[in-house]
Every structure is written in C-alpha cells, then in structure tokens.
C-alpha cells in the first residue's frame, strides 16, 4: 500500500513524487492521460536567451528521475471520487480504489468554453486540443484554421502550430456575450496583451510595446489598426474583428468575422466569410478541481487566480487533514512553478509524516522559497497580479 | 424603497414559488425572501412527479389527486413550458409477497375510486425491454404525471412576477418580530421588511424560522440521493419505482442487504425530456449534509442493475443529494399558527414537494383569505395536530 | 496517411511505432502502436467521431484531454468511450454512436409553449 497517492502526472505531480520518495515515502502517481506529462508536454516556447523550453523532454526528464527513485506511475486510470475514510483517503478509479493516508491533488487546469454558434463541427477545438494533437501526438488538426481569443495562451500556442508547418488564416476575438466577457473588448484584450508583452518570450509577443503603455495611445492604436490587421510572426491578428459564427456542412468550412466597435459590439454589413477548414477557441484555463470539491475541500474565488480555487497555505496543504494540492488547480501559472510547487508538496507530506524529517523540513524551506523565485521570473503569467491574489489567499487560509 | 408587504413568503423553492402565484394572483402584494437562488435547496436536488400512486388511499392520494389536476391547470395557464405530462405511473414486484401486497394495494385504491390496475410478466416486458427476466409484474396508476422541477418553481415564479410578486433571492432572514401593530417586521441580509402576513416556507430550514418566533416546528432533514445517466437509447417512458419504495417510505421491514436497509435504497427510475434518466433513492437522517456518499450511490446503482441488469454498462454523468423535510406523520404542515396570529407554516412535504405544491399555494391562499372553505379538508395538515400527540420538539 | 507531422524542426524526427490495423464503423484502417483512437481516425482525415443523439450533428475532437466527453465512441460494444485518450489496440472495433429516438419530447411536438 502507498503512503501517498498523486492524482496528476503533470510537472506538479511528477515534481511532487520524485520529492517525497526521496524522503522515503510510498509513492503511487496516476493519469487519466495516455502518458505523464500533462500540459507541459505540448509546451514548446523560446526562452529569452534563444534556447528552446521543450515541454517533452522536460517531462521525460522528470520521470526517468521518478522511475530512478521508484515511483509507481500509472497512466489510463481516471479518478471518479475522493472521500475520507477511518484509515484515510479512499481513491475510487475505474480500475478500483486505493486507499492512502496522504493525497496530493494535482490535477491542473482545463481550457474555459466559448461557446458560439457553430462551435460543434468537427474542425472546431480548444487551442490546447490543436497543442496536444500536433507537439504530442504529431497529427495536424488541418491545412488552414483561424484562431478565436487572443491571450498568452493562444499566442504561444498558435506560434506551435506555426512550427509544425499549420498555415493560420489570422487571429480574431470571441463574439461578445455572458460568457466571453473583456475577451471580446478590443480595449480590455490589447491592454491585457501589453500586461504580458514585456515577459514574452520572444521579441515576436513584443509586439505590443511598439504601441507604448499608455491607455489614449492604445486607443488611438486600436483605431488606426490596419485593415489587414497587426502582423505576429507574419500571421494577421484582428482585435477589432470577432467571430460570430462557425460555419459547414459536415465540418468547418469557414468562419463568419465582423468588425467590432471599442467596446467589442458588432458592425452591421462588416460581416464576411475567411475560408478555413479548423479553428481553435481559446477562453484561457481554470483550476480543474472536481475533485477537492467533492472531497469537501473549502473554495475561494479569485478570478486572478484562474476561478474557484480549493483553499490552501504555502505548505500545499488544504485544511483537510492528509490533502494536498500542487500545480494549477492552485492558480493558473506556468510549468516551473508547477514543478516547484510539487516539491514543496512532495517534501511537506514527508515532513508531515516524519520520513527523513529534518532532511524534509530543511528541503521544503528551499523549495518554498524556490516557488516564490521562480514566480518572480516567470516570462509566462497567465493572469496579472498573482503574487498578490496569492499573499491574499494564504492570509486567509485556516484550519479546519 | 418601500419593502411593506400583505404577504411575505420566506423560502424560494418550489411550495414558496406556487404560494407566490397563488396568493399574487389574488391581488394581494407579495414578497419572496429567498436566501440563496430560486429553487437551490431541496427543490433543485430531486426528481419531478405528481403521484398517486405511493400514497395512502383516502387523504394522502385526495390531495396529490387535487393538485394533480392544479398542476394540468396551471401546464394551460402558465407562460413557461415545464416538462408537464400525464404518463401513469407503475411499480414492480420481485417476489410473490410483494404481488400479494401489490394486488391488496391495488385493490384498496380502486375501492377508493382511483385508477388503478396489477400489471402482470408479459405488461412489465412490454414497458421495458431493459427490465430482469425474473420480475414478476408490478402495478399501475394512470394519471400519473411528471415535471422539471426546476422549470416547474421558476414558470410558478415567473407567473408570480407577472402578476407583480416581489422576489428578492439572496436574502437571508435573521429575525422576525411582530410589532404592537401587529404588523411582522422581518429583519435580513437585505435590510428591513414588513408585512400583515407572513409564509414560513423554508423546507428543511423551517424550524429555524419558527424558532425566530418560538414556534417550534417538528421537521427533520431526510436525506435522499440521485444519479444522472447520460443519454442513450430509450430505457423507459414513464416512472417505475419498486414496490419495496412504498415499504421503504413508510419504514416498513423489507428482504434485502444490510446496505440496502441501511440507507433505505429503493429503485426509483424517471425519465427526462432531454433522454437522460434519473435514478434512486436513498433514506437517511444524517443531519443537514448533502454531501454525496459513495457507499450509498454504490448500493443505489446495484438495485437500479438488479431490476434493468444492462444498466450496467451504461454512463453516469453526475450524482447529487438533498434533504428531504420529513414529518412523522408524511404529511406537510399547511396551517396558520394561532400562537402568532398571522404566521402560516406551508413546509414538511417530505418527498412530495413537487406533488403537492400547487395544491399548498392554493391552500395557503384560501387560508389567508381566510375562506371558510377550502379544496380540501385542512385538518389533518393543522399545525397542532403535532400538540394533541405532543410530540412537538424544540 | 498524410496528416502526420513527420519532422518538426524543433521536437525532430516523429518516432514511428509498429502499425496497428483496426475498424472504424466498418471500414479498415491503421493507427501506430501507442496512438489514442482521435489521433489515429484523424491521422487518416476522419473527423467525424459521433453524431449528436438527438439533432444527428456531426461531432469530433473538442478538448482532446478527456474532459468534455464529444469524442465518445463505442469500442468493442463497450459505450462512452473517450477516444482521445484511449489508446488504438489490435484489431479493435470502433463506432460512431447514432441518432437515438426522443419518444418523451416527441409528445410536446406541436404544442404552442416549447
């Protein structure tokens, strides 16, 4: 029996095993994916000095070090519930249940919706769906597809298909509604962009600092915006255009775009057809955390941080006695602070349990600070003012 | 803003929603004072039916059979489609001690007038081909109908709404007092209301209403839980519950596994509009957790398997449990409270929420009116009915 | 079999593994070994996993993680099967789900408030 069981074999997951076998403990690490990974398998972005962060070697990397140190890692196994139990977690799968008196939650995030008319024809997919498919799989989604939503994620990622030799038509901005909120507001998206624009990775997300930070500046850019649009890395990106509807017979076949107002409201007799074959919405990610929910795990709402995020301390430690987190279900940031959180996890359950503890105590130290370093450089953020939204979390973490 | 009221109704779900409706629709002025979201507590974590056919022939089954014939009325009048139809509904037998039974019972409702019949092999066969080879019939009641919940308490609050009912959801009472007036001065998380009368329709939370005003009102959280199944080829097109259901509600000695009388698990199966099917049901009093138990969803699964075997392979989207507002006697309390004149208690429909909810809101409306007659007898549904057998706990 | 990303110039080489023949409503096809069933059909320009039960639309890949259940195929009789994150075996027997009647919408056709 383990001592530990780890839901996500992502960097947090992977991080955290390697941590807490090191100190001696049993460790099972399990996916509902074809391999572990996670998201960062699909990562592929150019750091500031010219090197390639490779998302598939970094996990590579990670799990030949578990595998060294012996942690169990099985792939193909979904997790339906979580519940308390006399000597313990109970994790019911469907391949049965384990039974563990340390659970680390480390499931990650998934992409929000954008739901728009058309938006079910084969063709039409998240933007991390188009990343997995091309950098892991290695299967090309289409010959020609538009991107919808413009944010760090589909710029990174619509550079990935770039590379995999996709040709993108351009980039345009979510139809206004309920649900796309200031994802459809050209003023909200080009400020959030120069927000990001000085940690890009690569001078071609600099695009927006050529436009200068100032908001009259930005208007007055957004007015003048060509008809062809800005070029990145030679692709058309749109923000005074939306999609309004997907459209095809049996698959996409193109996508209807009209030009928008400042404010993202529509252009009457602006709209036209651009002939493409898939697209990619992109509506950012959320903390994906089902299963801290139904294990009874309190919530906060942070927007900054992504949504509904389990409550939690630095130690990864939820108010539940034996459950932790790590990685984005605690907030959306990038892999390195995924993997750094999952040795804070990793060395804070063994800490916990009295393993190798002052090994433990002296680690989990340095991996706390670790966390907070590599925030601070992280050239990819997700959402502005995470630090901050943090502090305010864990000052009202308490024990339950 | 004025917030002065004729009549102030506390709780959102379904019964506070039909009383709005009824009572609005009299010309009084109406508020509802939900805390959370319209129909967010019991009344969005059950299933949806009108039924006769689980109730005690005589009273029981008079009042489902009034607000059946309610609901039929109110599916014409309001604006909002809600899932509305009359199917019938049946049980099933799967031993011969419960055709013995079924055949008494139905035999006894027919007395009573109602349209009852035995189904036998070759009939269940034919209501599903998903059903066990070995069940040996079961019965049926025609009139049966069925709703969406949820659309069924939004088109009574819509309704309300239009004929000009107040509905002020996160609003959480903290007080209630009554001025030397005798006016009711409602004290909540929205500020200051008053009004000549007031409607504890709380549910499960109608004691602590009561409490505000030292009416101590014997409802106890009776927990249930529900899976959801995806969508997929036709199982069924009308309610099936097992006969053992009818033991199981009225705490009666069933032949089955320790689990399944621990959690009192009878197979309640209903199929959706949207092609999705609901399964239950489970019994417990756990206190106010609605916390989802996978033991108990694991022992409801296996009856649902035991009477449709292929259910087995079939997908569950989703689960959830509610609390149930149980009396001792299974019946609500619809009463004014002569303690507090001007206090009525419209709560502890237990699993009748849905049932009897339109013929509650009429009843609370002819009350309040103060009609000599009403459309049922309301005695047996009296407030202190509780006191003559003293069982009243604070 | 052309959809495949063969070189890539910054992840190299695709890595080949050995060929797995499997039907897909009927007809043959080949995924390699270790590809999901979503990779495999689209690999060979299929993207049409489904049909929506009620409205008979076609439907594919939407997330391709697991999440949001569009892929589900039936694989060797077994339902809801995610086919992209389910993994191509020998010989495996994989269909699209069909339309299925809707008997209890079907009474409120007509009516003026649906």
Known sequence: MSELVIIGAGPAGLAASIAARECGLKVTLIDEFIKPGGRLLGQLYQERDGTWWNGIKETDKLVAQAEKLGVEITCGISVYHLNKHEHGWLVHTNHGSMQAPYVLLATGAAEYHVPMPGWTLPGVMSVGAAQVMTNVHRVKVGKKGMIIGANILSFAIMHELQLADLNIACMVLPPKNEISKSAAKPMEVMKSLLRASHLAPSPILRFGSRLLINESLCKLALRFLPKKGMSVWGIPIHLRKAAIEIVGNQQVEGVKVVDITMDGEPIKGTEEIVQVDFVCISGGLYPLAELAAVAGCPFHYIPELGGHIPQHNERMETPLKGLYVAGNITGIEGAKVAIAQGFVAGYSIAEHTGASRETAKRKLEEAMKNVKDIREKAIIQFYPNVKENRDKLYGAYQCI | ?394 | MNNRIIDHPVLGEMKIGKKVPFHFNGQYYEAYEGETIAAALLANNIRTLRVHEESGTARGIYCNIGHCFECRVTVNGCHHVRACITIVEENMDIHSGKTQPTPIKDLFKGENNV
């Open chain 2, 1 to 394: 803003m004025k917030k002065n009221f004729d009549v102030i109704i506390i709780g959102g779900g379904i019964i506070g929603s039909a009383i709005a409706y009824y009572v609005s629709k009299s010309g009084m002025s109406v508020a509802v004072l939900e805390k959370n979201e319209l129909a967010s507590g019991t009344s969005s974590r059950c299933d949806g039916n009108i039924l006769a056919i689980d109730k005690d022939p005589g009273f029981d089954s008079q009042m489902s059979l009034a607000s059946q014939k309610l609901v039929n009325e109110l599916s014409k009048e309001l604006e909002h489609h809600f899932e509305y139809r009359a199917p019938g509904s049946i049980l099933v037998c799967e031993t011969e001690e419960e055709m013995i039974a079924a055949e008494k019972w139905v035999a006894r409702q027919k007395e009573a007038g109602l349209p009852f019949k035995m189904l036998d092999r070759s009939d269940i066969r034919q209501e599903s081909p998903f059903f066990a080879d070995d069940l040996l019939g079961g019965l049926e009641c025609e009139t049966d109908s069925t709703v969406n919940p949820y659309l069924f308490s939004f088109a009574l609050a819509e309704g309300a709404k239009k004929k000009g009912a107040n509905i002020y959801t996160h609003t959480e009472v903290h007080s209630i007092k009554k001025s030397t007036t005798g006016d009711f001065k409602i004290e909540t998380s929205s500020g200051l209301f008053t009004a000549k009368k007031v409607v504890n329709a709380a549910g499960i939370w109608a004691p602590m209403i009561g409490k505000m005003l030292d009416i101590p009102i014997p409802i106890k959280p009776r927990k249930g839980h529900i899976i959801v199944a995806s969508r997929q080829q036709p199982v069924g097109l009308r309610k099936v519950m097992e006969f053992g259901y009818l033991i199981s509600k009225f705490g009666g000695q069933r032949k089955v596994d320790p689990p399944t009388e621990k959690y009192g698990v009878a197979l309640v199966f209903e199929p959706t509009e949207s092609q999705n099917f609901l399964i239950g049901s489970s019994r417990e009093f756990v206190g106010m957790n609605t916390t989802v138990n996978i033991d108990v969803i694991k022992c409801i699964a296996r009856r649902a398997i035991r009477f449709y075997p292929k259910m087995a392979d079939m997908l569950v989207i989703r689960t959830y449990a509610g609390l149930r507002p149980w009396t001792n006697d299974h019946l609500p309390i619809i009463s004014h409270v002569d303690e507090v004149p001007g206090f009525y208690i419209a709560a502890g429909h237990e699993g009748d929420g849905i049932s009897l909810a339109a013929i509650t809101g009429k009843l609370i409306d002819e009350l309040i009116k103060e009609k000599s007659h009403t459309t049922i007898p309301i005695e047996p549904l009296r407030y202190d009915r509780f006191k003559v057998k003293g069982v009243v706990h604070s």
